[in-house]
């Protein structure tokens, strides 16, 4: 199975994840200072800035590009509730 | 006319005898709200002993007229009916929003159709708000609006409202609209307090401090940053009347009332205290001893690690308000609770469900305790501190009832690694996916 590397920045840890997990569900267990709202991509809450490797995750849904947009979203944030990994990246809160 | 040269003090004996008409609160600006004092019970979680007002404004310029917040929909006919009474709906040329919480936009669509020339003024946040709280149906007319942030400004022609944007006091879309000429702050709920007296004005009403400093604990508390980067806007306006949604009006001395928010936004355990170390607070519940000996050591463990310091507390032994209050103030927070028919038990959900009162965004939370048979308990609470937006960056520790030496060495080592967290000492680890848990 195809692997990737996320770090998150504030904690300054890395993971070794199977390519096509989703962010959240790195970012809870290993406790990084993403926060979550509703996790289903609806209120903003867990926007977080890919700092490294934007294109190294999946593609914004319309859906959430339009909550990205209602949040007034900068170039390069994401919701981590969304955004699956497909490569090494980089992460932060927003 | 007379609209604008009323007595102040006639009316606000007036309006204590029920008179429904607009109060004069200075030049060229009315009261407009609305009294709800059968009113005991605020949003769920607020007590209300002698109920609330719904404050709303009207400003007149010689170019035009500003409404500023409307009312609760129920309270609607005292709003138009005292809006009636100083304008006609075509003069209205804006309508202003602090926030749109249902109780100050209630009146707000009828607003609309009552004044369709007038331009809706809402703050930059609160677009994704407003077609939930108008909830327009297809065939009405699409409304329009215009969002505004900090130094944006509409002029009334001899009068020029300016606003600030001050988020999350305490709804994220909260804005403050300033009146330049007359130093008046229409301060949205910032500033207010659910205390209801016809005399309106702070220095006509009954005592109202408790009031203001109940609401203040419940409602600004939780957003203390923000409000304090929203005094940094408020303080260096000229203020000669403050004007809140809720409660007295803040004619007299209203300085003291900026400076009192200021006083109750700084942490005064902190001050106290002059301790630079980061804080550590173990709390605990134990059935037969297992559980306490397991805080114990993980704070004795966690004590070693220098920069952090650590306290013990036996839930049993103290009271939920100090506990918050020591809460709001600690770095990391670790809960120990035996697992009693597969629950954690109650006196640490008691805690747990108290803190919605202060934030908790970014604060280490770790879980621990003895079982018997499953051991839920643990993950249950780190599951809830997750939910509280706490990060949870050493996984929970449960040990099956009499913990052993090499048990108790275990529990010390958890101590260690969750103070090593806290000072950051984790840093720079690869972690395997699979070891995640």
């Known amino acids: ?94 | 006319m007379s609209r604008l040269a009323n007595d102040p003090a006639q009316s606000a004996r007036g309006l204590a005898q029920g008179s429904p008409g607009a109060i004069p609160i200075t030049a060229g600006v009315h009261w407009i709200g609305a009294l709800d004092p059968q009113l005991r019970t605020f949003d769920i979680i607020l007590r209300t002993a002698n109920g609330t007002t719904y404050n709303s404004y009207l400003v007149r310029g010689d170019q035009g007229v500003a409404v500023i917040d409307t009312v609760k929909l129920e309270f609607a006919d005292d709003f138009f009916r005292r809006l009636e009474s100083v304008a006609d709906y075509a003069e209205i040329r804006a309508i202003v929003l602090n926030h749109l919480e249902p109780d100050h936009s209630g009146a707000l669509p009828e607003l609309m159709r009552r004044a369709p020339q007038a331009r809706l003024y809402i703050s930059t946040r609160a677009t994704s708000m407003l077609k939930a709280v108008l909830k327009p149906k297809e065939s009405d007319r699409p409304f329009e609006y215009q969002t505004v942030g900090t130094g944006d400004e509409v002029s009334l022609g001899s009068r020029t409202l300016r606003f600030l944007h001050t988020p999350f006091l305490h709804w994220p879309d909260t804005q403050c609209t300033y009146l330049v000429e007359d130093a008046v702050l229409f301060s949205g709920d910032v500033f207010g307090c659910h205390y209801c007296d016809a005399r309106l004005f702070n220095d006509l009403v009954g005592d109202f401090r408790f009031s203001f400093d109940y609401y203040y604990a419940h409602i600004m508390r939780p957003f203390k940053e923000h409000v304090v980067e929203a005094l940094k806007l408020i303080e260096p306006l000229p203020l000669k009347i403050v004007a809140p949604t809720h409660g007295p009006i803040l004619r007299e001395r209203p300085r003291r009332y900026v400076t009192h928010y200021r006083e109750l936004s700084t942490s005064s355990l902190t001050e106290r205290i002059g301790n630079e170390a980061l804080s550590l607070i173990v709390f605990y519940m134990s059935a037969y001893g297992s559980t306490a000996r397991m805080a114990e050591c993980i704070a004795a463990g966690a004590e070693e690690t220098p920069g952090v310091r650590v306290s013990l507390y036996d839930l049993e032994g103290g009271e939920t308000g100090p506990f918050v209050d020591l809460i709001e103030e600690a770095d990391a927070l670790a809960f120990g609770s035996p697992t009693i028919n597969g629950d954690a038990v109650k006196p640490v959900w008691d805690l747990l469900s108290s803190l919605a009162v202060v934030n908790l965004k970014g604060k280490l939370g770790a879980a621990f305790g003895s079982y018997g048979w499953s051991g839920e308990a643990v993950r249950m609470i780190e599951d809830r501190m997750r939910g509280l937006k706490m990060r949870v960056p050493v996984a929970g520790l449960r040990l099956k009832l009499i913990p052993t030496d090499e048990e108790l060495a275990e529990c010390r080592d958890f101590g260690r690694r969750l103070a090593s967290a806290l000072v950051g000492g984790e840093q720079g680890r690869v972690i395997d996916f699979a070891d995640l848990g």
């Open chain 1, 1 to 94: 199975m195809p692997k990737a590397k996320i770090t998150f920045d504030d904690i300054s840890q890395t993971v070794n994840v199977p390519a096509g997990c989703r962010v959240i569900e790195i970012s809870e267990k290993i406790g990084a200072g993403i926060i979550y709202g509703c996790r289903e991509g609806d209120c903003g809450t867990c926007m977080m800035e890919v700092v490294e490797g934007w294109n190294n995750l999946s593609e914004p849904s319309v859906l959430e590009e339009k909550v990205l947009r209602d949040n007034m979203a900068k170039r390069h944030n994401r919701l981590a509730c969304q955004a699956q990994i497909l490569g090494d990246c980089k992460v932060k809160p927003a």
